[in-house]
């Protein structure tokens, strides 16, 4: 009896352990039996007439969690869905590390998806170099019309070889956040376009003097907004996207120059006392509670400081006050994802068009709109906001960049994590005196230079 | 009654089968892979090697010359002292008192156990806001006892102490709950015979409940400095990336922001190797410390 229980426990752990096996089988995406995993080719065909079913798309993006857009993505694919009768097979997820691991191994495994929507820096460098998505230029090859809404020159070009692989959608701009309260008590101007940094000096003094915090920064943690616009005032909207090749050479004076000013902010005492020990959200909350003045961020902190406050109309963005030949209205900005198709997809004669289809519909200029609102980006015919939805932050954000006279990306896009360490973590060290600044930044460039 | 199937081996080692290709799949086979990676390349999470390091042992060079390793080698000592004093210890006298009462004691078995329910994550978030430099929980009662300038709780001078006790405070329950169960387990007839006898309550104490406790205190310093180890999130949490200033940098953290912060892939298999031989030579250090004994 016992032997027979002993038989049937078995057998039931085997089926059990069996059907889990295949319980994803039934999910799994159509894969085609043309499909060229790893193909390298460049010739580019029309994609044959679908057998006629619909098709099922495996698509990848950052819509998804705490992103802003979620809701606006699943919207957009449920209406992809119903229009043209085909699938989507969303793997999304909040753009954390683990979700670039998962997509850069999903690539090199062979079993990434058909589309995505990932990021445009270094972060594509290892599947662009790999050959595994597919060119603008190739695809407009077969769709002529393919992103011809775009801006060719804000697509955001890869690293690798400059050519445009994504079709981008939402960008990014970098400006001055102002607390406007603080700034009436301690009876200064808020900084206009034309504002110079010596003048931007002698206004923080101003409002340490009054007794409040010039800037709401940790340099322990995110000093990196102050480190792009600090060495962009010894540069150009031309130049300031050129890596260093040398410490001793225009460029490499010019970040030694920056972060010798970052070191003036800390010493003259214009950042929070605890500036080395604080965390960005802790200086973030002295802003909004009306104890700091100023702070340089992103166009997604506008949504963060609107959540923050019952008072809006108390905060402003303006421009980050230049030096030298950088105007004030030269700003940090961007595209920096966008949409690619991979060459696994575009080899396949059922999904290639979807794939196109899917992409022309996600970058129309009515989708863009909806999705980028007031931040950047690259449309010939400019974003269609309704501003009267928007609060006076936004609409601030959409005239500053319309002001803009010149637009870099922001060059720590170039360098990779495991390079900044020397400089964005030393930090602390380099403002204390502790660490020396040209060896810091010849650290960085040696990994850089190490390919790391 | 007899059976066959006790006898026969063959359908216990069939259903032992699964569990060891778990471990082999995701824990052994992993951890050799990670040493391998420890020579290698490895610039991104997910991709793969781009050649082996030159020379191929670069990495455990480095653990040597890097402050920060130091630091954070230094740092979990000093975190293993503050678990056995301040967990062990603390939960010690507090079973022991809670022993000796006879009305309440569920009600502070589950007092003490209260933090160990609660996410690290949000432990960590919590005693941000009790040490915040501007206007957190202990520098308003500094301010209402007249104090007129703020303290950085989180700066250099206070750091490691800042870090050490919420994680202290976070396990105390843990042991707490362990040895007071030890307790429960001494025979009444022991502390009725030694009342007798005219021991005091110090007395039964020191010649009753701790040298029966012996053991139960060995399994929990084991388990108290092998934690100490591998503590990570709530450190990570309220100081990450080392702040201030490189100071509070356990193997743990360090490790894991070489995988996810810095991308230096390989490195960060190389401190993890560092931790599992660190942590095999604790155990044994402790092991023979804590040894325990047979009645």
């Keep these: 009896m016992k032997k027979m229980l002993a038989?049937?426990?078995?057998?039931?752990?085997?089926?059990?352990?069996?059907?889990?096996?295949?319980?994803?089988?039934?999910?799994?995406?159509?894969?085609?039996?043309?499909?060229?995993?790893?193909?390298?080719?460049?010739?580019?065909?029309?994609?044959?007439?679908?057998?006629?079913?619909?098709?099922?798309?495996?698509?990848?993006?950052?819509?998804?969690?705490?992103?802003?857009?979620?809701?606006?993505?699943?919207?957009?694919?449920?209406?992809?869905?119903?229009?043209t009768g085909n699938k989507i097979n969303d793997a999304s997820a909040s753009s954390a590390e683990t979700f670039?691991?998962?997509?850069?191994?999903?690539?090199?495994?062979?079993?990434?998806?058909?589309?995505?929507?990932?990021?445009?820096?270094?972060?594509?460098?290892?599947?662009?170099?790999?050959?595994?998505?597919?060119?603008?230029?190739?695809?407009?090859?077969?769709?002529?019309?393919?992103?011809?809404?775009?801006?060719?020159?804000?697509?955001?070009?890869?690293?690798v070889d400059g050519k445009n692989y994504s079709v981008p959608v939402n960008g990014y701009w970098e400006g001055l956040f102002v607390n406007k309260s603080v700034c009436e008590a301690a009876g200064i101007e808020i900084p206009t376009a034309d504002t110079t940094w010596e003048e931007f000096m002698e206004i923080c003094q101003k409002v340490k003097d009054a007794g409040y915090t010039p800037i709401a920064a940790s340099f322990a943690e995110i000093p990196h907004y102050w480190f792009e616009f600090c060495i962009y005032n010894y540069l150009t909207p031309a130049t300031h996207n050129i890596l260093p090749e040398s410490v001793d050479d225009e460029h490499g004076k010019a970040w030694v120059d920056g972060i010798s000013d970052m070191k003036v902010l800390y010493e003259k005492g214009f950042l929070p006392e605890n500036t080395l020990s604080a965390?960005?959200?802790?200086?973030?909350?002295?802003?909004?509670?009306?104890?700091?003045?100023?702070?340089?961020?992103?166009?997604?902190?506008?949504?963060?400081?609107?959540?923050?406050?019952?008072?809006?109309?108390?905060?402003?963005?303006?421009?980050?006050?230049?030096?030298?030949?950088?105007?004030?209205?030269?700003?940090?900005?961007?595209?920096?994802?966008?949409?690619?198709?991979?060459?696994?997809?575009?080899?396949?004669?059922?999904?290639?068009?979807?794939?196109?289809?899917?992409?022309?519909?996600?970058?129309?200029?009515?989708?863009?709109?909806?999705?980028?609102?007031?931040?950047?980006?690259?449309l010939k015919n400019g974003v269609q906001v309704d501003e009267s939805q928007l609060s006076s932050l936004a609409v601030a954000g959409l005239d500053m960049v319309e002001g803009a006279t010149g637009m870099a990306g922001a060059v720590q896009d170039q360098v990779t994590q495991?390079?900044?360490?020397?400089?964005?973590?030393?930090?602390?060290?380099?403002?204390?005196?502790?660490?020396?600044?040209?060896?810091a930044v010849a650290d960085l460039l040696a990994l850089v230079e190490a390919g790391q | 009654m007899s059976s066959n199937i006790y006898k026969n081996k063959k359908p216990v080692i069939f259903f032992l089968v699964p569990a060891f290709a778990f471990l082999a799949v995701f824990l052994y086979y992993p951890f050799l892979q990670n040493i391998l990676?420890?020579?290698?390349?490895?610039?991104?999470?997910?991709?793969?090697?781009?050649?082996?390091?030159?020379?191929?042992?670069?990495?455990?060079?480095?653990?040597?010359?890097?402050?920060?390793?130091?630091?954070?080698?230094?740092?979990?000592?000093?975190?293993?002292?503050?678990?056995?004093?301040?967990?062990?210890?603390i939960a010690i006298v507090l079973a022991l008192m809670v022993d000796n009462i006879k009305k309440g004691q569920k009600f502070f078995r589950t007092v003490y156990f209260f933090p160990i329910v609660i996410a690290a994550t949000a432990?960590?978030?919590?005693?941000?806001?009790?040490?915040?430099?501007?206007?957190?929980?202990?520098?308003?009662?500094?301010?209402?006892?007249?104090?007129?300038?703020?303290?950085?709780?989180?700066d250099n001078a206070h750091a490691m102490l800042t870090m050490m006790i919420p994680v202290t405070w976070q396990y105390v329950g843990f042991y707490f709950i362990i040895l007071i169960t030890g307790l429960n387990n001494i025979s009444d007839d022991l502390y009725e015979a030694a009342t007798i006898d005219g021991a005091s309550k110090w007395q039964r104490v020191r010649y009753i409940s701790l040298p029966l406790l012996h053991n139960v205190i060995c399994t929990c310093g084991v388990l108290a400095v092998t934690g100490a180890l591998k503590v990570f999130d709530l450190p990570w949490i309220m100081f990450p990336k080392g702040m201030p200033s490189n100071s509070t940098w356990l193997t743990g953290t360090y490790m894991y922001y070489h995988a996810f912060e810095s991308h230096n892939v390989d490195y960060s298999s190389a401190i993890s190797v560092l931790i599992v031989v660190l942590g095999v030579v604790t155990a044994k250090i402790v092991n023979a410390v804590f040894k325990e004994k047979d009645y």
Excluded: H
């Design chain 1, 7 to 83: 038989m049937l426990l078995t057998g039931a752990m085997v089926f059990s352990l069996a059907a889990c096996g295949n319980s994803s089988s039934g999910n799994a995406p159509a894969q085609s039996g043309s499909s060229s995993e790893g193909s390298s080719s460049t010739e580019s065909k029309p994609a044959e007439e679908p057998a006629g079913g619909p098709v099922t798309l495996n698509v990848t993006t950052t819509y998804a969690g705490e992103d802003t857009n979620a809701g606006n993505y699943q919207d957009a694919i449920a209406a992809w869905q119903e229009e």
């Design chain 1, 100 to 159: 670039k691991a998962r997509v850069i191994s999903d690539f090199e495994m062979g079993s990434e998806p058909d589309v995505l929507f990932y990021f445009n820096g270094v972060d594509s460098n290892p599947f662009v170099e790999a050959g595994k998505v597919v060119s603008i230029d190739e695809i407009r090859e077969v769709y002529p019309d393919y992103a011809m809404n775009m801006k060719d020159g804000m697509m955001g070009a890869s690293p």
């Design chain 2, 37 to 89: 990676n420890s020579f290698r390349v490895i610039n991104n999470l997910g991709s793969s090697a781009k050649g082996w390091n030159d020379p191929w042992f670069a990495n455990y060079v480095e653990l040597f010359k890097d402050a920060n390793i130091r630091t954070a080698l230094v740092n979990t000592l000093k975190m293993i002292a503050a678990t056995i004093v301040g967990q062990l210890g």
């Design chain 1, 418 to 439: 495991e390079a900044r360490v020397p400089v964005f973590n030393g930090m602390p060290d380099i403002v204390t005196g502790k660490a020396d600044i040209a060896t």
């Design chain 1, 279 to 378: 965390t960005d959200g802790e200086t973030f909350q002295l802003f909004i509670d009306g104890k700091a003045a100023f702070l340089i961020d992103g166009s997604w902190k506008v949504g963060g400081i609107e959540s923050s406050t019952d008072d809006i109309d108390n905060f402003t963005v303006t421009y980050v006050p230049g030096k030298n030949d950088r105007k004030s209205t030269d700003i940090i900005g961007g595209l920096s994802s966008g949409w690619y198709i991979t060459r696994k997809a575009w080899d396949d004669p059922e999904k290639q068009k979807a794939c196109v289809d899917f992409i022309s519909y996600m970058t129309s200029d009515e989708m863009v709109s909806k999705f980028a609102s007031v931040s950047a980006t690259a």
């Design chain 2, 123 to 154: 432990l960590g978030l919590l005693f941000n806001i009790v040490f915040l430099y501007d206007k957190g929980m202990l520098n308003q009662l500094r301010e209402m006892f007249g104090a007129v300038k703020l303290v950085d709780f989180k």
